[in-house]
C-alpha cells in the first residue's frame, strides 16, 4: 500500500521560507499526479498547489502563486512544495495527495493523503 509521509513544516518568521516534501513508497509515483493543500483550524481543506506527471505542468491556488513552488522528484519518488514570502495566512496543516486527474484542485479528485505537517508563521 501507497504511504505518504509530509516532512518540513515548522514555525517561521513572517517573510521566511519553508521547503515541504511528501516521500511516497511506490515507484508508479511516476505515472501520478500530485498535489498540496492546506487546512486551518475551522476552515475546509484547500488546494495549493498541483503537478502533472512526469514533471509538469504546475498549476497554483491564486493565493500562493508567485511565492510557492510545486515540484517532484521522480528518483526519489519526493514532491516538494517551497513557499516563500510567508505570511500569517499560510498558517496551516499542509497535506500532499495523490490526484486522480489531470489538473485536479478539489480534495475530491485525490485519492491518498498524508498525515500532514504543521506550518506556522509569525508575524
Known amino acids: 500500500q501507497v504511504q505518504l509521509v509530509e516532512s518540513g513544516g515548522g514555525l517561521v518568521q513572517a517573510g521566511g521560507s519553508l521547503r515541504l516534501s511528501c516521500a511516497a513508497s511506490?515507484?508508479?509515483?511516476?505515472?501520478?499526479?500530485w498535489g498540496w493543500f492546506r487546512q486551518a483550524p475551522g476552515k475546509e481543506r484547500e488546494f495549493v498547489a498541483g503537478?502533472?506527471?512526469?514533471?509538469?505542468?504546475?498549476y497554483y491556488a491564486d493565493s500562493v502563486k508567485g511565492r510557492f513552488t510545486i515540484s517532484r522528484d521522480n528518483a526519489k519518488t519526493t514532491v516538494y512544495l517551497q513557499m516563500n514570502s510567508l505570511n500569517a495566512e499560510d498558517t496551516a496543516a499542509y497535506y500532499c495527495?495523490?490526484?486522480?486527474?489531470?489538473?485536479?484542485?478539489?480534495?475530491?479528485?485525490?485519492?491518498?493523503w498524508g498525515q500532514g505537517t504543521q506550518v506556522t508563521v509569525s508575524s
Open positions: 511506490r515507484r508508479a509515483f511516476t505515472y501520478y499526479n
Open positions: 495527495a495523490r490526484a486522480t486527474i489531470s489538473g485536479a484542485r478539489r480534495p475530491s479528485e485525490y485519492e491518498l
Open positions: 503537478i502533472g506527471s512526469p514533471g509538469g505542468p504546475t
